[in-house]
């Protein structure tokens, strides 16, 4: 079983930039596929980036392509989610989550099986 714990989450003005890290313990890391997912004030949580086992593919959703960089060190049992450009509706508890089993659409929370405990950023205008 994998812990996993966020950090770098904070207030920013919007334009400006943050880099999250999510560091993994207790596990293979490179046998969990990783996500970080987000949820805004009064929003359901909705996904926001992925990466495979070895870091070879990315995925985004459209609001944060362009702007958002996920990002995995295997070594270091460490994921990171540089963003860039940020706008207040990126203002939300961003959570890091590991898969370990089969993946399909990596969007849905339901293909997770951790996740840790959430880094809040804020986003002014």
């Known amino acids: 079983q994998v812990q996993l714990v966020e950090s770098g989450g904070g207030l920013v003005q919007a334009g400006g930039s943050l880099r999250l890290s999510c560091a993994a313990s207790g596990g293979t890391f490179s046998r969990y596929f990783m996500g970080w997912f987000r949820q805004g004030p009064g929003k359901e949580r909705e996904f926001v980036t992925a990466i495979s086992w070895r870091g070879g593919s990315t995925y985004y959703a459209d609001s944060v392509k362009g702007r958002f960089t996920m990002s995995r060190d295997n070594a270091k049992n460490t994921v990171y989610l540089q963003m860039t450009s940020l706008k207040p509706e990126d203002t939300a508890v961003y959570y890091c989550?590991?898969?370990?089993?089969?993946?399909?659409?990596?969007?849905?929370?339901?293909?997770?099986?951790?996740w840790g405990q959430g880094t809040q950023v804020t986003v002014s205008s």
């Open positions: 989550a590991a898969a370990e089993g089969p993946i399909s659409t990596r969007k849905e929370e339901y293909e997770y099986d951790y």
